[in-house]
């Protein structure tokens, strides 16, 4: 699971680069929480400065491990906190959030407020897995925590245009019987 997110979170960026291009100078994660899809975005966008947000220490603690030389260089900036932190990244070109759908309580306003700090024309990418291809402990859990889980991706779609957001487009990683998962691409 660890490891298929890994590689869900580096191919999300490569599809936000493939729509936005990499003219990009701000760029955020909300919930990186180990890091590597901030690593990615370090990479495929050198000119950016990259904020992450994160409610939890101990993972800002592992993105902050993982991509110490940055910062120290000062190109990316960890705050604890939600989708509200990201008002540091204003006007951000991008906000990515992997598997971050499922924690919020009302999401329509998450994604509002997300929109809120993008550009116009800026780009939310939303990597999630739909509720029947996760994990089976994935499937009990996350109910049972209070997370909100998803049967279509026409739901996530709802939400986004709920959101304000246009163009919303998805992309399934992997095979459609058998998905890694999915982004979501929207513009503000
Ligand atoms: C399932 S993990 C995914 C981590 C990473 N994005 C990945 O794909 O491997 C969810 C992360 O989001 C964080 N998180 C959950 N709800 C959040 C919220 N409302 N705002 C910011 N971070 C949140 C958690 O602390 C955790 O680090």
Do not use: C
């Amino acid at each position: 699971m660890a490891r298929g997110n890994a590689e869900l979170s580096r191919w999300v960026v490569q599809q936000a680069a493939a729509r936005h291009g990499d003219d990009v100078r701000h760029v955020a994660e909300l919930g990186p929480g180990p890091g590597v899809g901030l690593e990615a975005l370090l990479a495929q966008f050198p000119d950016a400065h990259v904020w992450g947000a994160d409610l939890s220490v101990v993972m800002l603690s592992q993105s902050r491990k993982r991509n110490q030389t940055a910062v120290t260089a000062g190109r990316l900036t960890l705050l604890e906190g939600g989708v509200a932190a990201l008002s540091a990244s204003e006007p951000a070109d991008i906000v990515m959030a992997n598997h971050v759908l499922y924690f919020w309580q009302d999401p329509a306003a998450e994604m509002a407020q997300v929109r809120s700090f993008l550009r116009p024309g800026g780009l939310l990418a939303l990597g999630y897995q739909l509720e029947q291809h996760m994990p089976a402990m994935a499937r009990r859990r996350f109910p049972r925590a209070g997370h909100q889980l998803y049967a279509a991706d026409d739901e996530v779609t709802g939400l986004a245009l709920a959101a304000g957001f246009g163009s919303v487009t998805q992309i399934v990683k992997g095979s459609a019987e058998t998905p890694e998962g999915v982004v979501m691409l929207a513009t503000a």
